[in-house]
């Protein structure tokens, strides 16, 4: 079964899917591969502060377009880019609950986890209770104290005949009250900032204009740990490409063309509390959180990537990133 193409969702409109991107993750690690490394995660849930990541049911994304770079099709290429980092990372999180980021929000267009989609899905068919069965098999990352662990992929939520039942109150099974009001648009929780615990905002900049962290001109992108993250738009132009996003080419920004995917995953690495990790400098393939991008360089998520993403969920972790960080050009 290696290697072998596995149903994700049971959702055939898979124009409405955003697919995590397997091939990100490197080959020691890759989903399904039998042989792959377990990644060494220490316990269940940390015992200290908890991070956005492990708290937020709700991540809503805000895209502050500062330099009015990227119009309404190039928004829509650069959110689906940004769910697949996003899903990349949450699908390393084994100290992670099933709810952490349940749902997305990018400038205002909802998503939904794909496992909680087709759990909800089974529960609505079959009449059940509860919404615990995941009724398909799935990509796996293998942890070694905590087994192997799906992958999952974005859906849009509104589009869904789920998220329809469940709005329609045909549903046995309870729901949180956040996560059914905020999918239903109820009126209990304010609709703009974030309401509770529950939700936690990410506001994007493109421009070097911001609040968070300092851009030169040597810098492609910054990222502030809890904060937010900047693109410079004014220095670099970013290709929205990718090999399994069915997005069609395109660019923003001006200035050497970089990776669009490469940049926002290193970023949301950052956001999440991970510092640099150059110690493989002189490999083929750069890991996602090496602090330098050059052109032409393939890049994935390594075991020591995720290992550490899974510390940065507790705060108090002593090697979480604590001020904001960049990826400098590489000429
Ligand atoms: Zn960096």
């Not at 729901?175 to 936690?200: G, T």
């Not at 090999?243 to 069609?248: A, G, P, Q, T």
């Not at 050497?256 to 940049?263: A, D, F, I």
């Not at 994935?300 to 969920?313: D, F, G, H, R, S």
Request: proline share 5%.
């Amino acid at each position: 079964m290696s290697g072998e193409l596995v149903k994700r969702t049971t959702d055939n409109r898979e124009d409405f899917l955003v697919a995590t991107p397997l091939e990100h993750y490197c080959n020691n690690i890759a989903p399904n591969n039998r042989a792959a490394e377990p990644i060494p995660i220490l316990g269940n849930q940390p015992a200290g502060v908890p991070s956005p990541l492990l708290r937020a049911k709700l991540l809503k994304i805000k895209i502050i377009d500062v330099s009015r770079t990227c119009d309404k099709p190039c928004l829509e290429k650069l959110s689906s880019t940004i769910l697949s980092s996003i899903g990349l990372w949450r699908s390393g999180c084994a100290r992670c609950s099933s709810a952490s980021l349940n749902l997305v929000e990018i400038n205002n267009s909802l998503w939904l986890d794909s496992i909680t989609h087709d759990k909800w899905s089974y529960a609505l068919n079959n009449s059940r209770k509860y919404a615990q069965y995941d009724p398909h098999s799935v990509s796996r990352v293998n942890f070694a104290n905590l087994g192997r662990q799906p992958v999952a992929d974005y859906i849009r939520a509104k589009m869904s005949k789920v998220t329809n039942k469940i709005c329609s109150r045909e549903n046995l099974f309870t729901m949180n009250d956040f996560v059914e009001s905020q999918l239903c648009n109820r009126n209990n929780f304010a609709k703009e900032s974030c309401p509770s615990e529950d939700c936690f905002e990410l506001p994007i900049y493109l421009g070097k204009e911001n609040p968070y962290c300092e851009l030169t001109e040597s810098k492609i992108a910054c990222g502030s740990p809890d904060g937010a993250i900047a693109l410079n738009t004014d220095n670099y132009k970013f290709l929205m490409r990718s090999k399994s996003l069915k997005i069609e080419n395109g660019t923003f920004g001006e200035g050497p063309t970089v990776l669009l995917q490469h940049t926002i995953t290193h970023e949301v690495g950052h956001w999440f509390g991970l510092q640099h990790d150059n110690d493989d400098a002189i490999e083929a393939v750069a890991n996602i959180m090496f602090d330098g991008y050059s052109r032409g360089r393939e890049w994935c998520l390594t075991l020591n990537n995720l290992k550490e993403l899974n510390e940065a969920v507790d705060k108090n972790w002593k090697d979480r990133l604590s001020s904001n960080s960049g990826l400098r050009y590489i000429k």
